[in-house]
Nanobody, 115 residues
């Protein structure tokens, strides 16, 4: 059974940093893409950062230069380093892995940025 467990969320002041982790277990395949997504209250879930099996990364414009995604390591863990956070980064952050057309989701971790 595929499981994704996020950790590292919490309350942080604007300008601070957080590092989110997503531990993946129960897979017998190499994901095509691993990524971080977020959903703020009243808004749709959006992609924040993704990393493909070939190492290519894609970032949401508003987080470029502030967030860094890394992963595909031996521990099957994907990270999101969040620097210079802003109040508008407040959301529930989800990690996900793709296998073909199937996307597996974690349960999410809350990130709250105070001004």
């Amino acid at each position: 059974q595929v499981q994704l467990v996020e950790s590292g969320g919490g309350l942080v002041q604007a300008g601070g940093s957080l590092r989110l982790s997503c531990a993946v277990s129960g897979i017998s395949f190499s994901p095509n893409v691993m990524g971080w997504y977020r959903q703020a209250p009243g808004k749709q879930r959006e992609s924040v950062a993704t990393i493909a099996s070939d190492g290519r990364t894609v970032y949401k414009d508003s987080v470029k230069g502030r967030f860094t995604i890394s992963g595909y390591n031996a521990e099957n863990t994907v990270y999101l380093q969040m620097n210079s956070v802003k109040p508008e980064d407040t959301a529930v952050y989800y990690c996900a892995i793709d296998r073909g057309w199937t996307r597996y989701w974690g349960q999410g971790t809350q990130v709250t940025v105070s001004s």
